[in-house]
């Protein structure tokens, strides 16, 4: 009965492997006959032509004779980097150069805001684009009753009136910033400079914010100096893309008592554990207003990361910093006007209006499916 049993087991085990060999010899046949097989060749191929390899799963493809050229490739792209900063710190001297060459015209426009001189004829000439109809406006104008006329010659307007408190206003990046309260102050602002740092000087650049007297602060002038780097990262060379503010700092202002627009007193009460009587302390709290701008948040030394809303305050500051620089200062009356803001809308809008464009072909899809479906 064993030995039987043993040779069942023996004659099953011999005929699943007979069976199972020539299922494998008819998987191969097929495979070899799909593979003669054109329109199966083809299908194959392009869907391999359309499988996406990323670049860094192509290069680990590549014989090692190439990886090592692709890194002498590297090397060279980290010393054009450093050419790259030489070129930008040279830029920064251009700059300085031709701020100096600026100065004098920037003097005199603080001269006619400020109404420390009075423009000459030829100085105020200007042709706009609206002539024609500032000629019709001008006629109105001499129409205008003699009572009218004398009144207004009796006003004594001092050049300029609220010329940079307007820009503020005018800005939605400043804006944002000024409270209420800030306002008054900003009504004693006379001029705004930027000053780049010296030759052999760490690149940076400071703006100053020069005030009238006033009851809120004895500081004549407000400063801000951002640090900048202009030099690729050791580990990160390929990153470099020109010099970035990478610091700020502010200055201290000197408030006068009961001024200080930066902080608010509260009042709170406490009550005691033990004997249940209820005292009210006062106590000064941040507050916001556009004179914390002159004390940032201090970027750490020591290698610490910052949270996440420092980060972004941080951002938003060297954003305001650059714009001062490149924009408000060197176009300060296009702001006050208001032509500049008009050319930063136009073009912001021309790029928002394409991507209307695209949404709203998205939206119309939705709403042809939408139709089409009775449960809608």
Not at 163 to 188: A, C, G
Not at 229 to 246: L, Q, Y
Not at 357 to 371: K, R
Request: proline share 5%; net charge negative; aromatic share 10%.
């Amino acid at each position: 009965y064993t030995f039987n049993s043993c040779s069942k087991t023996e004659d099953t085990a011999s005929d699943s492997v007979e069976a199972a060999k020539n299922a494998s010899d008819k998987k191969e046949k097929l495979a070899d006959q799909v593979m003669q097989n054109p329109q199966v060749l083809a299908a194959l191929q392009e869907r391999l032509d359309n499988t996406a390899l990323t670049p860094s799963s192509y290069i680990e493809t590549l014989p090692k004779a190439v990886k090592r050229r692709i890194d002498a490739l590297k090397q060279l792209q980290v010393k054009c980097a450093h050419i790259e900063a030489k070129f930008y710190e040279e830029v920064h001297d251009l700059e300085r150069k031709y701020a100096a060459l600026y100065q004098p015209l920037f003097d005199k426009r603080r001269e006619f805001i400020n109404g420390e001189a009075e423009p000459t004829d030829a100085e105020s000439e200007w042709h706009s684009e609206n002539e024609e109809e500032e000629k019709l406006a001008g006629d109105l104008k001499n129409v205008v009753v003699i009572e009218e006329k004398a009144e207004a010659e009796d006003t004594n307007v001092k050049g300029i009136p609220d010329f940079w408190f307007t820009i503020f206003r005018n800005v939605d990046m400043l804006s944002e910033l000024v409270q209420e309260y800030d306002e008054p102050i900003l009504k004693h602002l006379q001029d705004i400079k930027v000053k780049f740092s010296e030759p052999g000087q760490p690149m940076s650049f400071s703006l100053e914010f020069h005030f009238g007297p006033n009851d809120y602060f004895s500081n004549s002038v407000l400063t801000k100096t951002y640090k900048m780097k202009s030099e690729p990262d050791k580990t990160d060379p390929f990153s470099f893309e020109g010099p970035e503010i990478v610091d700020c700092e502010g200055c201290t202002i000197d408030w006068k008592k009961g001024k200080n627009v930066t902080v608010k007193t509260i009042k709170k009460k406490q009550k005691h554990k033990g004997r249940g009587t209820v005292r009210t302390i006062t106590k000064q709290v941040p507050n916001d207003s556009f004179f914390n701008f002159f004390s940032p948040i201090k970027v750490s030394g020591d290698g610490e990361s910052l949270d996440e809303d420092s980060e972004f305050t941080l951002a938003a500051d060297f954003e305001i910093g650059h714009f001062f620089r490149e924009r408000i200062v060197p176009r300060a009356v296009l702001y006050f006007t208001g032509e500049a803001i008009e050319d930063d809308d136009n073009f912001e809008e021309g790029e928002e209006g394409e991507e209307e464009e695209l949404e709203g072909e998205e939206e119309g899809e939705e709403e042809e499916d939408a139709e089409s479906d009775p449960k809608v």
